[in-house]
């Protein structure tokens, strides 16, 4: 059977000052680990390893997002992360200055008979 997706978590960052999209993609990315926990690997047993976790970004300039830099910003789990067209620039009307929205969306899977099999 093909894997499932078990948790979905949302967050947002910003780089206020530097218009640095990987930063601001990774403080999205902490955002969004930081509301989980998962507790059912240890109660069932389960490896970290077994789970695959995706990541997607969204930012207004996807090419600017180094996507190998944030795989370590994913502790647990084969992780894939992926930017991709989204987020927000917003222009300070005063001076120019640019800052720069991430929004993330981590989704974690499982094959689900690792979990009804026990």
Known sequence: MAEQRFIIEMGMGNDQYGQDYTKAAARAIEDAIRHSSIPMFDALELDHSQMRVQVTVGVQDPEQVDCTALLKRLPRGRVEVRAVNGGL???????????VLASAAVEAFLDPALVSGR
Do not use: A, K, S
């Open 89 to 99: 620039n917003v222009t300070n009307p005063d001076n120019g200055n640019v800052t």
